[in-house]
């Protein structure tokens, strides 16, 4: 028992982390439902919708958006170099991921600027902005559901950027 650390390090941690065919493209489908989801989550936060009274739990697709993601690092996605990353990807698909990332930038941003540096609240019955416990200022009820669907807006662009890598990787990758 003492020496099973040897098998371990002797073991082929890559072949272990490929996947085969079917394997692939059951990632690659959950990943383009989790893009469109993502997407559609979006399109709306930005429209105004409060995902959270809609539904409370919507912070979850944190934990759905890497599911496909980490299977995208773990399987060497993560490990290649640009060139390489891409290579099998059609140019379409290369332009949409650029266009995501930059647009992931300038919403992050934007939502920095929209979010006045906090979070929404409830405080003592009253709704505030706050940051890491400081309130930065009271807002109205209005304001506040504005406010969550901005968290949502903030969030939900990054989850495009990370659910559509993984599935142009395993829609086009080398796996294929």
Not at 30 to 56: E, Q, Y
Not at 114 to 140: A, K, M, N, Y
Request: hydrophobic share 50%.
């Amino acid at each position: 028992m003492g020496h099973n650390w040897r098998v371990l390090l002797k073991y082929d941690w890559r072949q272990a982390m490929t996947m085969n065919l079917g394997q692939s493209r059951l990632v690659a489908r959950g990943a383009w439902v989790i893009f469109g989801l993502s997407v559609m989550i979006h399109v709306t936060a930005v429209l105004g919708v409060n995902w959270f009274n809609l539904f409370p739990p919507i912070m979850l697709m944190h934990l759905v958006v890497f599911i496909p993601f980490i299977a995208l690092v773990m399987t060497g996605g993560g490990r290649m170099k640009g060139r390489d990353f891409f290579g099998p990807i059609p140019i379409w698909g290369r332009v949409v991921m650029g266009l995501v990332l930059v647009y992931t930038i300038l919403n992050f941003f934007y939502f920095m600027q929209l979010s006045e540096g906090g979070g929404p609240s409830i405080v003592d019955g009253q709704f505030v902005i706050q940051s890491h416990g400081t309130i930065i200022r009271e807002i109205t009820e209005a304001e506040y559901n504005r406010q969550q669907a901005y968290v949502v807006r903030g969030f939900s662009g990054h989850w495009m950027l990370f659910a559509l890598a993984p599935a142009l990787f395993f829609t086009f990758g080398r796996d294929k």
